[in-house]
C-alpha cells in the first residue's frame, strides 16, 4: 500500500502556490494567512496518515481529512523567515517545498533590484577521484565588465546535500548580491563544490577506513584538482592571502580540518554549526585536531578563524567543547553563539555576517 501511494504522489504538481494531485480537487497550499498562521493542504484521498515536518516545527504535526479527501493543517504564527517543509505521505516522502514568510521590510536573502551576479554549474576533471565533477560558482555583478582579480572563497555544503545546497537554499547569491549592493563586502568568487569524494550511502555507515578514504579524496582533489582548475578559469588571486574556505555542518568541520591544516593554502576559515564528531569520531577515520592546536603560532597565522553554532543545536555541546580547545591552546578566533537549531535561517545569517569580514 505504502508503494501505491507514493507513485500516485508522484504525480503532484506544483504550481504556483497550488499542490495539485492528477484525479484530485486542486488546493492552494501554502497559504499564509494575516496573523503569520500558515495552512498547508495535500489531495490525498486515498492516504491513511499524513504529516508534514519543517525547521519552523519543533515535531513533525499530522494533518487532517475532510470528506473530500483534502488533508489540511494550520500552524503558527511563524516568524518572517526562509523556511523548508516536508509533506510525507503513509510514511513516504511525497511533497518538499520552501515556505518564505515575508517582513515588513526585505531580508537580507531577498531579491532586490540591485545589480546581481551570476552563479555557473561547471564541470572539472579530477585526476585523484578519475571521474568528472560539477562546481557551482558565484562571479560577483561586475565580473564579467572587470578585468580585476578577485578573492575567492569555497564554500561547503552539508551531509545529505550537494554543490547546488548553497544556492538553492542559502541564496548565495542574493545575499552576496546585498551586500555588495550595499556597500559592506568587498566583491569575492565563491566556489562550491560537491564535498564528497563519491556518494556515501550514509554519513558514518562505511567504517573507517571508507570514511578515511573519502575525506582524504575530497581533500586532494579540492587541493590538487578544484584550486588549479578555478585559478586556471576564473580570474581570481592565488596567493593565500586572498583564499577562505568555509562550511556548514559536515562542511564546516571539513573547512576547519582542511583550513586549519593547510595554513599554507587558506588564511581565512569557518564552520557554521561543524559537525565535529563527523570528521574527528573513530567511524570517521578520526581526524585529530590536538596537534594542529597545539602549534598556536602556525594556527594564528589564519587572519580569520570564524565558529558559530545555536544553542539549540544538537551539536552545540560538541563545537562549545571545540571552542574551548582553541581558547585553551592560545589560537586566536570567534565563537558565535545564537539561538536556533541546525537550519537553513542559521547558516543563512552566519554567511551574512562571515562574509565581509573575510576580505575586508
Keep these: 500500500m505504502k508503494t501505491a501511494v507514493r507513485v500516485m504522489l508522484l504525480l503532484v504538481t506544483i504550481a504556483g502556490p497550488a499542490f495539485a494531485q492528477r484525479g484530485a480537487p486542486a488546493v492552494r497550499s501554502p497559504e499564509i494567512l494575516p496573523d503569520g498562521r500558515v495552512t498547508f493542504r495535500l489531495a490525498a484521498p486515498n492516504a491513511t496518515d499524513v504529516r508534514i515536518s519543517g525547521d519552523f516545527l ?53 531579491m532586490r533590484p540591485v545589480p546581481h551576479g551570476g552563479v555557473d554549474q561547471r564541470w572539472y576533471s579530477s585526476k585523484v577521484i578519475q571521474t568528472t565533477r560539477r562546481v557551482f560558482v558565484y562571479t560577483p555583478p561586475d565580473y564579467a565588465r572587470s578585468s580585476a582579480r578577485y578573492p575567492v572563497l569555497y ?18 547569491n542574493l545575499i552576496l548580491d546585498n551586500l555588495i549592493a550595499d556597500g559592506k563586502l568587498k566583491p569575492l568568487v565563491v566556489v562550491m563544490p560537491y564535498g564528497n569524494a563519491y556518494p556515501p550511502s550514509s554519513p558514518l555507515s562505511e567504517g573507517a577506513d571508507a570514511m578515511r578514504r573519502q575525506r582524504d579524496l575530497f581533500q586532494r582533489d579540492l587541493i590538487e584538482d578544484l584550486i588549479p582548475y578555478i585559478q586556471t578559469n576564473f580570474r581570481v588571486y592565488s596567493d593565500r592571502e586572498h583564499r577562505a574556505i568555509a562550511g556548514l555542518s559536515l562542511g564546516g568541520a571539513q573547512a576547519l580540518g582542511i583550513g586549519l591544516s593547510h595554513t599554507d593554502l587558506f588564511s581565512r576559515v569557518a564552520g557554521f554549526s561543524p559537525a565535529m564528531g563527523a570528521v574527528t569520531s ?19 597565522r589564519v587572519a580569520l578563524l570564524w565558529v558559530g553554532c545555536g544553542t539549540e543545536d544538537t551539536l552545540f555541546q560538541s563545537v562549545k567543547e571545540f571552542a574551548g580547545q582553541l581558547q585553551t591552546s592560545g589560537v586566536k578566533h570567534t565563537f558565535k553563539v545564537t539561538e536556533g537549531a541546525h537550519t537553513w535561517h542559521v547558516w543563512r545569517r552566519y554567511l551574512s555576517e562571515v562574509a565581509p569580514q573575510l576580505f575586508p
Excluded at 475532510?66 to 516536508?86: H, M, R, S
Excluded at 564554500?155 to 548565495?172: F, I, K, P, Q, Y
Excluded at 573513530?282 to 594564528?300: C, I, V, Y
Design 58 to 110: 519543533p515535531a513533525a504535526q499530522p494533518l487532517q481529512k475532510d470528506e473530500k479527501g483534502i488533508w489540511a493543517v494550520t500552524v503558527g504564527p511563524v516568524k518572517p523567515e526562509l523556511y523548508t517543509f516536508q509533506v510525507s505521505v503513509n510514511g513516504v516522502a511525497a511533497v518538499r517545498g520552501s515556505l518564505n514568510i515575508p517582513g515588513p521590510a526585505p531580508m537580507f536573502y531577498d
Design 282 to 300: 573513530p567511524q570517521a577515520g578520526g581526524l585529530d585536531f590536538k596537534p594542529l592546536l597545539a602549534d598556536s603560532q602556525r594556527m594564528n
Design 155 to 172: 564554500l561547503l555544503h552539508g551531509a545529505g546535500g550537494d554543490e547546488s545546497g548553497w544556492t538553492e537554499n542559502g541564496r548565495v
